[in-house]
């Protein structure tokens, strides 16, 4: 919690707040609920489309107080950062041995060789959505102060997002179906508009 804090307060962003977690906890339940009220009404003629901001100090709050149990082992210290223009960058400490473990090097000169202990995480890139489905674009990402090669995000990414529906876990370029009826994000600076 301590590095997320000292992140927010060096880019300028107030310090989190249990307030604003639970701001964000509130706004889900309303867009859940939406969702819901859309799933009933379905086929009964046009509906309104709802519109919920969601501030970064929110999300970022959320991540402070409330994500540990949602994160998966080997995660900490996450933050996000809503720069506007759909663009987005995220933070987190990422387990590198624990990656490096499941899908080991294959070689002395591949890359995951260089992937060891705790590390910091950090990818930017740009936000498309429309039509319920969305896509993220990555414009780079860094391990340490070191660039990261997209394939080896992958493999990380691939690592966290394993289940038993998808065993390969997820790539970065696969388009995903936004949840709770939502149509589209618009991402401008400092927030997210969720339209559904």
Same mark, same amino acid.
């Given at each position: 919690?301590?590095?997320?804090?000292?992140?927010?307060?060096?880019?300028?962003?107030? !310090?989190?707040? =249990?307030?604003?977690?639970?701001?964000?906890?509130?706004?889900?339940?309303?867009?859940?609920?939406?969702?819901?009220?859309?799933? =009933?009404?379905?086929?009964?003629?046009?509906?309104?489309? =709802?519109?919920?901001?969601?501030? !970064?100090? !929110?999300?970022?709050?959320?991540?402070?107080?409330?994500?540990? /149990?949602?994160?998966?082992?080997? @995660?900490?210290?996450?933050?996000?950062?809503?720069?506007?223009?759909?663009?987005?960058?995220?933070?987190?400490? @990422?387990?590198?041995?624990?990656?490096?473990?499941?899908?080991?090097?294959?070689?002395?000169?591949?890359?995951?060789?260089?992937?060891?202990?705790?590390?910091?995480?950090?990818?930017?890139?740009?936000?498309?959505?429309?039509?319920?489905?969305?896509?993220?674009?990555?414009?780079?990402?860094?391990?340490?102060?070191?660039?990261?090669?997209?394939?080896?995000?992958?493999?990380?990414?691939?690592?966290?997002?394993?289940?038993?529906? /998808?065993?390969?876990?997820?790539?970065?370029?696969?388009?995903?179906?936004?949840?709770?009826?939502?149509? !589209?994000?618009? @991402?401008? =600076?400092?927030?997210?508009?969720?339209?559904?």
């Amino acid at each position: 919690m301590l590095a997320a804090t000292t992140l927010l307060a060096a880019t300028g962003s107030p !310090e989190p707040t =249990r307030r604003d977690a639970q701001a964000l906890q509130q706004k889900v339940a309303t867009i859940n609920e939406l969702a819901l009220q859309s799933a =009933r009404a379905s086929g009964k003629g046009p509906r309104t489309l =709802r519109r919920t901001i969601i501030t !970064e100090n !929110e999300v970022n709050a959320y991540l402070v107080f409330d994500s540990a /149990r949602d994160l998966p082992a080997g @995660v900490v210290n996450p933050s996000i950062a809503i720069l506007g223009d759909g663009r987005l960058s995220g933070r987190a400490v @990422v387990d590198l041995d624990a990656v490096r473990k499941a899908s080991p090097p294959k070689s002395l000169l591949d890359p995951k060789n260089l992937l060891m202990g705790r590390l910091p995480l950090t990818a930017t890139g740009v936000l498309t959505t429309s039509d319920g489905t969305g896509r993220f674009s990555l414009e780079s990402a860094n391990v340490g102060t070191l660039p990261l090669p997209k394939l080896l995000l992958d493999e990380i990414l691939s690592y966290y997002t394993r289940s038993t529906s /998808r065993p390969g876990g997820v790539s970065i370029d696969d388009p995903f179906a936004l949840p709770a009826s939502i149509r !589209e994000i618009q @991402v401008a =600076r400092g927030q997210a508009v969720i339209i559904q």
